[in-house]
DNA sequence: CCACAGGACGGCT
DNA sequence: AGCCGTCCTGTG
């Protein structure tokens, strides 16, 4: 445990509100005066900025640039994804300007799998107090200038949580789901680090959804919000579902189905339509 | 108090 | 293959 301080100077294609509210993340809390503070692996980080810097402070154990620059992704030319996408059509151009400043996040693999299985016809407010909740109860504390923050639990810290421990979070019917897929975890029946470096996104998806809790949805999620990085998925719930339907194809809602979508996306959006779908969601949203 | 919102899943056709 | 009821909790 250390702690560290790094100033950045902020990055083309970078705002904190925009990366932290766009539906990918739900461990980082915006502070009174605007800075944020979040729990990252094993440090605790906040961000605050100031005159196009980032001051960025830390107590953990790995290096802050170095964590800074994998989390956030900084190593990708986002200015080019954009204008590449902005081509496309208006309805890509104009939700490009709303959102310009999102970067998908590479969160660890195993906390993104167990997070989306929670959000399973859920809503962001309770996903995030559940997992609060869960990370006290089983994760390690970090104190963080006077306050305790709490890691993410690992696979090893949920092994004796029972089906009636989870229920007792908040979990409500998820918790089957989640003590399955913890037990498939730590018996190897899926290996993460073996899913991690696979090449082939249909097999890494057809394995994901072998687990408990995992259907369609979660495991785009999972692949495009977690270090497993893909960007050719599009991850549709009901929200995208009626977004794309009222932008390209006017359907009667109970006439358009999950597969068209998919089809549409693909075909417009190619290799970018993960991205493509976090700018069009953060446009629509409201 | 009731209606509704949000994905996975299992049972049905 | 597609359709539909059920699972739990918070909100209006």
Known sequence: MKEQQYILKKPECFELKDIFTCGQCFRWQENEDGSYIGVVKNNVIKIREENSKYIIKSVGEDNLEKLVYEYFDLG???????????????NMKTSIEYG???RILNQDLW?????????ANNNIPRIQKIIQRLSKQYGKEIKFEGNSYYTFPLPEELKDVSIQDFRNLGLGFRDKRLY????????KEVDLQKLQE???????????????GVGPKVADCILLFSTLKRFEVFPIDVWINRVMNELYLNEPEDKVSKAKIQKL??????????????YLFYWRRD
């Open 265 to 278: 996306a693909n075909e417009k959006f190619g290799e970018l339509a993960g991205l493509a779908q976090q």
């Open 76 to 90: 990708r030319d986002y200015q080019e994804l954009q204008e590449k996408l902005s081509k496309i059509d208006k």
């Open 100 to 102: 310009k400043g999102i």
């Open 198 to 212: 696979n090449e082939n996104t249909e097999e890494v998806r057809e394995i994901l959804l072998t687990l408990s």
């Open 111 to 119: 906390e993104t799998l167990i997070s989306f299985i929670i959000s």
């Open 180 to 187: 399955e897929t913890t037990q498939a975890i730590l018996n």
